[in-house]
C-alpha cells in the first residue's frame, strides 16, 4: 500500500533534497533558483528542446555501478557532446557532481576538466555548469525537457517531479518502469531524437516512480538513533549510547530487522503501512 501519508511524506522530503534540509549532508545551502533567473544565467533559449545531462562523480560510476550502454561515464559524457554538437535546433546543459568539490575530500578526475580538455571552445547550444556552481540542480530540472542520467541518484528524484528520465549506466531504479533505460549508443540517440518537448511523465508513471522511491528512502532505509551522523563539518560517525541494554532485542525494531536479516539472510525490510 502506498497511502496518501505516505505520498506527502516523500514529497516533502524530495522537496527538501533542494537545500538538503533533511539530509545529513549538502552541497547547496544558497542554491541559485528560479526558472527564469536560470535561463538568463546558462543564456537557454526556452523554445528550443533542452535536455540536462547530470553526472556522477568519476570513481564513484566506475566502482558502484555496472555500465550498460556505453563502456565508462566519460565516453557517455564525450559522445552525447559529439551528438548535441550536430544539433542545433536541441541544446543541453551538463551538470557536474557538485560532490566533485564539495565534499571533504576533493576529486582529482573532474567532468569539466575532461570536456575543456576535448571540446574548447564547446558547441554553441551546449552548456557546461561546473561542480563549483550553485546553480540549483533542481530547478534545472524544471527547465529541461528530460534528465539524462548515468547512475546518480537525481534521476529518481526527478522521476518524483514527473521529469522523463533517461538511464544509461545501471542505478538501483534502472528498469523499474518508469525511465527510460537504453542498453546501445544507437538506442540511447533514438531516444534523444524522439522524446517530445515540454511533456512530463504521465501521472501514473510518476505515481509508479512514488512508490519506487518510498520504498527505497523509508522502507530499505533503517535508522538507528543511537548513531550519530556524519556531517560534512564532523566526518567521524560515532556512537550515543549510554546503555548497552539499548542493544538487546525488542528495544529498537530497525536493529532488530537488521540483526535477522544477518543471522537468518531474510530480507532487511521494514514493513509497509
Known amino acids: 500500500p ?3 501519508e ?3 511524506l516523500l514529497d516533502a522530503y524530495v522537496d527538501s533534497r533542494r537545500t538538503g534540509a533533511m539530509d545529513y549532508l549538502t552541497y547547496h545551502p544558497n542554491p541559485h533558483e528560479g526558472r527564469e ?3 538568463r544565467e546558462l543564456d ?3 523554445e528550443a528542446r533542452i535536455y ?7 570513481w564513484d560510476a566506475a566502482i558502484v555501478f555496472r555500465d550498460i550502454a556505453f563502456r565508462n561515464m566519460a565516453e557517455w559524457v564525450l559522445e552525447s557532446i559529439r551528438y548535441f554538437a550536430g544539433r542545433d535546433d536541441i541544446q543541453l546543459v551538463i551538470r557536474c557532481h557538485p560532490a566533485e568539490v564539495k565534499r571533504e575530500i576533493e576529486t582529482l578526475q573532474k567532468v569539466a576538466d575532461l570536456v575543456r580538455e576535448r571540446f574548447d571552445p564547446l558547441p554553441s547550444n551546449i552548456r557546461l ?8 540542480t533542481y530547478t534545472l530540472s524544471e ?3 528530460a534528465g ?29 518502469g518508469f525511465t527510460h533505460d537504453p542498453t546501445t549508443p544507437g538506442e540511447y540517440f533514438h531516444l534523444l531524437e524522439t522524446l517530445p518537448k515540454g511533456e512530463r511523465m504521465t501521472p501514473e508513471l510518476t505515481a509508479r516512480a512514488k512508490k519506487y522511491a518510498h520504498y527505497y528512502f523509508y522502507r530499505r532505509h533503517l535508522e538507528l538513533d543511537y548513531l550519530r551522523p556524519y556531517t560534512q563539518f564532523n566526518p567521524s560517525t560515532g556512537y550515543t549510547l549510554k546503555s548497552l541494554e539499548q542493544l538487546l532485542p525488542g528495544r529498537d525494531p530497525n536493529l532488530d530487522l537488521n540483526c535477522e536479516g544477518i543471522l537468518t539472510g531474510k530480507e532487511i525490510l521494514k514493513p509497509a503501512g
Not at 52 to 58: D, E, M, Q
Open 37 to 39: 533567473a536560470l535561463i
Open 129 to 136: 555548469v561546473p561542480a563549483e556552481s550553485d546553480v540549483s
Open 2 to 4: 502506498f497511502l496518501p
Open 6 to 8: 505516505d505520498e506527502q
Open 148 to 176: 539524462i542520467v548515468y547512475t546518480t541518484k537525481v534521476g529518481l528524484e526527478f522521476a518524483c517531479r514527473g521529469v522523463p528520465v533517461v538511464v544509461v549506466g545501471e542505478p538501483f531504479y534502472r528498469g523499474k
Open 52 to 58: 540536462g545531462l547530470f553526472t556522477n562523480i568519476a
Open 44 to 46: 537557454l533559449n526556452p
Open 143 to 145: 527547465i529541461v525537457d
